[in-house]
């Protein structure tokens, strides 16, 4: 009898040292609210485009080491990467922000609105935070703090990644996650599990989002050159038309998707972005030129559409009298949620938001680096609220008037904290 009652006293003295101790770690949580939304004002304020997010990487840098965490700058180009050792021996979890921004104009008429112009490819344009990569850097600054002052709690390390040019390197340059790796950010010490998040403009705040396994799309950049034969504008029938046989070939790309994919196993897209050819309005011009990316979840159906790609732009050309080619550059793997981490974080997301509030989703054909250290170690991904409660529709990323509602920061920070403290824990 006096034993069993020495254990339920032990026992409600170590929940009531949890329950305190939890108290503890969210309070903290709280506190970083408020500079979390002022770092991200400040970022979006002031976007840098990949491998070039200098002021952004001085910024995250300063922050880090205010914490006394271990910085290395430089990763990457302009990545960079604290490392924080915890109280006790244990795992290494990493955690990845990207910082880059899009060369895209703002058209919000925000206080922080961004002014930013630079030249993009020989083309002026606004720099935006067009994809909520200024609220990922500030929710992984705000988790930085959160943990800095928790270490006691920490059975560990945990790497903070602070990655630059996830939308793709300046051509010619190597850039993103995939140089990360290659630098061996994932090592020294060795990385056990990586986890991530990504803000959604079209998930209302408090909500978040994951799938089990294939995720995000695979994606290609792919750019077909059209050369035909230039000609007075007056006669078509003297040159070969490098626009018309163009258009025929993006015709052609359409019906690979709608005719000749099974869209009932996996989603697939085909899309292109740019297309230049041409300098009056009198001349046919001798070339043109195509910019487009290709989006797939299977492995056999990407091979099938490249293949398909390639056969159908040559032979249309050919039909037309003209020449085409295509160049390819593969910009990520599919993004796969490993199973068994993403069984053992699902508790946790379920915590920290309500479970009504962790909603299983399907695939989604965008495209994330993220990918590349998934590739390596096991990964969760999962996307995180930004859309104001109540609107039933949201400006997509990727556009001029893409908006994020800032109540949703704090269930970032709270997310990606308790995956850290609770996967070391294990």
């Known amino acids: 009898m006096k034993y069993t009652k020495t254990l339920c006293i032990v026992g409600t003295i170590l929940v009531s040292a949890f329950a305190k101790a939890q108290t503890s770690f969210d309070q903290d949580i709280a ?15 002031n976007p840098e485009l990949g491998n070039r997010e200098f002021k952004t990487a001085e910024k995250i840098a300063k922050h880090l080491k205010s914490l006394g965490i271990e910085v290395q ?18 795992k290494v979890v990493a955690l990845r922000a990207d910082i880059d921004a899009l060369p895209v104009t703002e058209r919000n008429d925000l206080p922080f609105k961004s002014n930013v112009t630079t030249t993009f490819l020989g083309a ?13 850097t500030a929710i992984l600054m705000g988790v930085a703090e959160v943990l800095a002052k928790n270490k006691d709690k920490i059975k560990g390390s945990v790497k903070f990644v602070f990655q630059p040019a996830e939308e793709g390197p300046p051509p010619g340059e190597e850039g993103g996650a995939k140089l990360m790796v290659k630098e061996g950010v994932l090592q020294n010490p060795q990385v056990d599990a ?4 990504h803000i959604n403009s079209a998930t209302p705040a408090g909500t978040i989002r994951y799938k089990p396994g294939g ?16 000609s007075h504008g007056s006669q078509p029938w003297s ?38 050819s041409g300098l009056r309005f009198n001349i046919i011009p001798e070339s043109a030129e195509m910019i487009g990316t290709v989006r797939t979840l299977d492995p ?5 559409i490249i293949r398909r790609m390639n056969e159908m732009a040559r032979d249309i050309a050919k039909a037309y009298g003209g020449e085409a080619e295509i160049e390819w ?3 990520t793997v599919v993004t796969y949620n490993d199973l068994d981490l993403t069984a053992q974080s699902l508790p946790t997301l379920q915590k920290v938001s309500g479970a009504e509030n962790v909603q299983l989703q399907k695939a989604v054909t965008g495209g994330e680096d993220f990918s590349f250290f998934q590739e390596k170690v096991p990964g969760f991904y999962f996307f995180l609220g930004g859309m104001t409660p109540g609107n039933k529709e949201a400006f997509p990323h990727h556009t001029p008037d893409f908006y994020i509602d800032e109540s949703g920061f704090q269930l970032g920070v709270k997310a990606l904290s308790q995956l850290t403290v609770d996967y070391l824990s294990k």
């Open 300 to 304: 056999d159906m990407r091979e099938k």
């Open 329 to 331: 550059q593969n910009m």
């Open 215 to 230: 995720t995000m799309a695979a994606t290609e950049r792919f750019v077909v050159k059209v050369k035909g034969k230039q």
């Open 124 to 136: 002026e344009t606004g720099v935006m935070h067009a994809c909520g990569h200024d609220t990922h």
């Open 194 to 197: 990586i986890f991530g998040l």
């Open 239 to 276: 040159g070969v038309d490098p626009i018309l046989i163009s258009a025929q070939i993006i015709d052609g790309f359409q019906s690979i998707i709608s005719r000749e994919s099974n869209l009932t196993e996996e989603a697939a897209v085909i899309t292109v972005g740019k297309i230049t």
């Open 73 to 90: 700058t430089g990763v990457a180009k302009t990545g960079v990467v604290g490392l924080l050792k915890g109280d006790l021996p244990g």
């Open 31 to 45: 506190a970083v609210k408020d500079k979390v939304i002022e770092w991200r004002r400040d970022f979006h304020q």
